[in-house]
């Protein structure tokens, strides 16, 4: 028998506090403890669930549901208000404690981090023996219990810190991966929404064992490259590395060769919003939002030129995103024939938490989601790109001098519990 590959040695861990927000208010509120606890505010405001008790989830109650309709499942609910500079404070001290066990913590929301332990097995254990400490101090110093998985890979150690909530541990052995992920629901994946899902079934497909088993051919006909992703993850396969927060070495890029050299500014306008389409797409399925927004303009005489602006507050959104990227491209494509364009949105992270409590800019989300919903259905280039093309352009953002950087996204979207 012949050793493991060193990729595949257990180092990734996966953290995830338990009902955070309400376990937290349990812990300053001895009273509470034990009660069906429902973090949202007033049960008679138009506002949503942020947190629940694990109690409450028992009458049905879950993240996202409307505050009214939680109090109609949960009569004897006691509702309490968000205090976001609380879990804040809170969210910190977690980290802290993950950071005396690796320098490589991946902090993915307030609640939930990704571990690379591979270099701290001298000072702590192996990646099972930390795991296990984590879940000790964690405790000692907040009162609150995490959730942990310990894997090979980001996928597979989140899948597993999901498995036994609360105050579970679940380590899934090297090789084992495939045969772990097998039994379960395809939902549990990355990447694999309502949609998928239902196109999956409609296959037959509802474990990922039964995804794992179909052919790539048979998958990437169905949902196109989208479809290779899926079985790699299906089989535990993640090559996403664990990186400290905020890391700028990372980006999602949408490019593309003309047949023909253009010069028509109506067509670079149209062809940077298919672009930025693909972007954000991409974005908001990995639930992550960007700092900076790049282009790449190469002409006939094979020059490139990249710029880059550093946008006021982080975005997903498709509309401010293309109103940038016009704005960095359109001083580059005077006068020239263009050859290749390119859209990349950098500086990515998850939404700050405390947005989550706000509601300014939910209406347009909801319009965007659907809008993914219907990508999704009918393809990239079904929706809205001749109603944005008919309004006028941004104001300006400030300038960032740095160049753009490549790289990958793999970044979950963030978990409710
Ligand atoms: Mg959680």
Known sequence: MTAAPARSRLHIIHVDLDAFFAAVEQRDHPELRGKPVIVGGDPHSRGVVSTCSYEARKFGVHSAMPLRTALQLCPQGIFVPVD???????????????????????????????????????????????????????????????????????????VASDLR??????????????AFLAPLEIRR??????????????????????????????????LGDHGGTLHDRALGVDADPVTGGGDPAKSVSHETTFAVDVSDPAEIDRTLLALTEGVTARLRSAGIRAGTVAVKVRDSQFRTVTRQRTLSEPSDLTEQIWRVAVELARPEIR??????????????????????????????RRVVEATDAVRRKFGDRAVTRASLLDRPLPAPFERDPNSAVEGRVGLPKLDDD
């Open 189 to 222: 994946l990355w990447g694999i929404g309502p949609k998928t899902a239902e196109r999956l079934h409609g296959l037959g497909i509802r474990t990922v064992g039964e995804l794992a088993a179909l052919p790539i051919s048979a998958l990437t006909r169905e």
């Open 335 to 364: 006068g020239k024939k263009i050859r290749l364009l390119g859209v990349s949105a950098t500086q990515l992270g998850a939404p700050e938490q405390i947005s989550m409590f706000e509601v300014a800019d939910q209406k347009q």
């Open 84 to 158: 976001g500079r609380k879990y804040q404070r809170v969210s910190r001290d977690v980290m802290a404690v993950l950071k005396r066990f690796t320098p490589t913590v991946e902090q993915v929301s307030i609640d939930e981090a990704f571990l690379d332990v591979a270099g701290s097995e001298a000072l702590f254990g192996d990646a099972r023996e930390i795991g296990r400490r984590i879940k000790v101090e964690v405790v000692e110093v907040t009162g609150l219990t995490v959730s942990v998985g310990v894997a090979t890979t980001k996928l597979v150690a989140k």
């Open 165 to 178: 909530k609360p105050d579970g541990l679940v380590i899934v052995e090297p090789g084992e991966e495939a």
